[in-house]
């Protein structure tokens, strides 16, 4: 039998060369390759395994050549460089090392506070030019300062244990944090009002999502206070740049000091050549220790796989090995999707998910099962989880996660029910795959429905009226939407009743302004899949 290929096409540390030729994997190591595309797409079709960093893109067409390869590791945490969906198509294994860069990219924006508070690069600049201003950098201490964190997760929480060492107050923002976590790692959870009109210094340490970009916009900059100074270490597009611009030069903002920008390389930026300004190029994960452990990891965990099948930080299959697979995949994918059914519907807290397996599948792998059903339900707000590390972000934000099994089935042979509970709400929803592996949602909230998921979709939940269906299926009609399928259910006549309906493309939030206006209608969100 061959021994597996792997091409590392990014400069990863020699350590990671030396791991796969001691587990008998083949390698190439050419670190400037990811820089030639049409090269990279020459050549991939000879290689198993692909070992990159962020200059690598790996695009359809890459993967379209890629014939042999089985998998690809990302040393680092984001993977915004890799088609993910076109990668899951190919039956691409795609992994990253989510935790390697933590205390790295933490520290850089400890760093980039005590700078932004003490103007040390402008400091630096004027004495080295053979000027002696000491009157002009008057710098403001950090202790007492109340620091606000928006993204609470693996690398805000760090920011916060360093903060208080410094005697800093921190408080945060983050929805999926829970109250006893908060207390557990000593910072005040309020909403995000509440910080920008106390907080000091902003730093923030969430992903890039739909709900999270510009999450500092233009009205939320004019909600803080006065002489705040923001850091941002975490993605490009957090952040609304041109108003941040406007807000140093009026002065309400003192001071911003940034790592990560909308587009990078950024050769050009509103925010370059103001004098209150530290600009950084994306070094948050960039120490010696921080490039070497993800570089060891990547290379254990490709290794692992190519020799043993076994699955570690994969961010589009969960850790089951290749036996387990095909039983498993359709329920995944279930469970996954049921998650997102209830994320995307779900914007306060999640206090507790309950995951009720009865029939066949309860004899599965449920811990798969629930990663991926966990991961559905968090992905909306978390862009970067994956069904290995979703049980592990979860528990960090206090998010009780509960499993019951029950061999009987009922009017199915295989049933996953998941709840949400949150302060204020209790959402069940329910689905099963039928014999032709699609998995079906077959119960919301109590009321039984029969639909296929599908990559667009529209949700509504109305009072059981005549005219409704027409009415609705009237807006979409002028709104040039075409219908695919229509799922109806009700829990009693005149009751609650609920429409799911597949569409053809995007819903534009106008028609879902007309369709929330209807008689009848409670609630309309569109849905993606």
């Not at 990302?74 to 795609?94: L, Q």
């Not at 796989?305 to 387990?324: D, H, K, Q």
């Not at 309860?362 to 629930?370: D, H, M, S």
């Not at 992905?379 to 979860?394: E, F, G, H, T, W």
Request: aromatic fraction near 4%; hydrophobic fraction near 45%.
């Amino acid at each position: 039998m061959m021994a597996p290929r792997v091409l590392i096409s990014d400069a990863l540390s020699p350590a990671a060369v030396q791991i796969f030729k001691d587990r008998g994997i083949e390698v190439d190591f050419q670190p400037n390759l990811g820089k030639d595309k049409d090269k990279l797409a020459e050549i991939i079709g000879n290689y198993d395994g692909l070992a990159i960093r962020s200059a690598s893109k790996v695009t359809p067409k890459i993967l379209e050549n890629a014939k042999r390869l089985k998998v690809v590791g990302r040393a680092g945490i984001g993977v915004d460089n890799v088609d993910i969906p076109a990668a899951t198509a190919k039956g691409v294994i795609v992994m990253n090392t989510p935790f390697g860069n933590s205390i790295t990219t933490a520290e850089h924006a400890i760093a980039m506070m005590f700078a932004l508070a003490r103007e040390i690069p402008a400091a630096d600049a004027s004495t080295q030019a053979g000027k002696w201003e000491k009157n002009r950098f008057m710098g403001v201490e950090l202790t007492a300062k109340t620091l606000g964190i928006i993204g609470c997760g693996n690398i805000g929480s760090i920011v916060a244990d360093r903060a208080l060492g410094l005697k800093m107050k921190v408080i945060a923002f983050d929805p999926f944090l829970s109250p006893e976590r908060a207390l557990d790692i000593g910072v005040e959870k309020v909403e995000l009002d509440d910080l920008l009109a106390r907080a000091d210094v902003i730093t923030l340490h969430t992903p890039l999502t739909d709900k999270t970009k510009n999450v500092l916009s233009a009205e939320a900059i004019a909600k803080t206070k006065k002489g705040v100074r923001i850091v941002n270490c975490a993605r490009g597009g957090l952040v609304d740049e041109a108003a941040l611009a406007e807000a140093l030069k009026s002065g309400h903002v003192a001071g911003a000091a940034f790592d990560v920008f909308i587009t990078e390389p950024a050769n050009e930026n509103p925010l370059f050549g103001l004098p209150n300004v530290i600009c950084t190029p994306h070094l948050g994960a960039s120490t010696t220790e921080a490039q070497e452990n993800v570089a060891l990891q990547v290379a254990e965990q490709m290794s692992d796989y190519l020799l043993r099948g076994a699955i570690s930080n994969a961010v589009n299959f969960p850790s089951i090995t290749a036996e387990e697979a095909p039983k498993l995949k359709p329920f995944i994918e279930l469970a996954e999707k049921l998650g997102s059914f209830a994320g995307q519907l779900t914007e306060t807290d999640i206090k507790t998910v309950r995951i009720t397996y009865d029939g066949a599948v309860a004899g599965l792998k449920i811990k798969a099962l629930t990663s991926a059903a966990v991961a559905g339900l968090l992905r909306p707000a978390l862009a970067d989880i994956n069904v290995v590390s979703a049980p592990s972000v979860a528990k960090e934000r206090g998010i009780v996660v509960e499993e019951t099994t029950r061999d009987v089935a009922g009017d199915y042979e295989s049933l996953v029910t998941l709840t949400v509970v949150t302060e204020d709400m209790e959402r069940s929803v329910a689905g099963t795959v039928f014999a032709d592996g699609r998995p079906r949602i077959i119960d919301i909230k109590g009321i039984k429905v029969d639909a296929e998921f599908a990559p667009s979709m529209i949700y509504v939940t109305n009072e059981d009226k005549p005219g409704f269906v027409g009415r609705f299926a009237g807006l979409l009609g002028d709104a040039g939407i075409n219908i695919a399928t229509f799922a109806l259910g009700r829990d009693h006549q005149g009751g609650d009743a609920i429409a799911l309906v597949e569409v053809d493309g995007q819903v534009p939030a106008e028609l879902l302004d007309k369709v929330q206006q209807l008689p009848s209608v409670k609630q309309a969100r569109s849905l993606r899949f």
